[in-house]
């Protein structure tokens, strides 16, 4: 069964930090570019950050930069997302997806999504 789990959300007070896990089981990553997306009640789906397959290319939304970081490891089959610095606005429900193609942050691009992880910011 072809799955992507999401992990390691919880409830963190501003300035806290999280790693967010994207676990695939039953096919490989290593030809996949992922992609973090998120989505807070009564707001669209928005991009977060993407990596390519190789790990040489990543990019990040504006409202993330500096403060969270993506990376792969493909002999563990698992993407990361580090959040430092969190801010309230950053409470989501945040979600993991692949791409066959280019690492990009348009979701209607991504074919393959996990369940999503809940992460809410409050003091």
């Known amino acids: 069964q072809l799955q992507l789990v999401e992990s390691g959300g919880g409830l963190v007070q501003p300035g806290g930090s999280l790693r967010l896990s994207c676990a695939a089981s039953?096919?490989?990553?290593?030809?996949?570019?992922i992609g973090w997306f998120r989505q807070a009640p009564g707001k669209e789906r928005e991009g977060v950050s993407c990596?390519?397959?190789?790990?040489?290319?990543?990019n990040y939304a504006d409202s993330v930069k500096d403060r969270f970081t993506i990376s792969r490891d493909n002999a563990k089959n698992t993407v990361y997302l580090q959040m430092n610095s969190l801010k309230p606005e950053d409470t989501a429900v945040y979600y993991c997806?692949?791409?066959?193609?280019?690492?990009?942050?348009?979701?209607?691009?991504?074919?393959?999504w996990g369940q999503g992880t809940q992460v809410t910011v409050s003091s």
């Open positions: 990596i390519s397959h190789s790990g040489g290319s990543t």
């Open positions: 997806a692949t791409t066959w193609g280019m690492a990009t942050m348009k979701s209607t691009l991504y074919d393959y």
């Open positions: 039953g096919f490989s990553l290593d030809y996949y570019a």
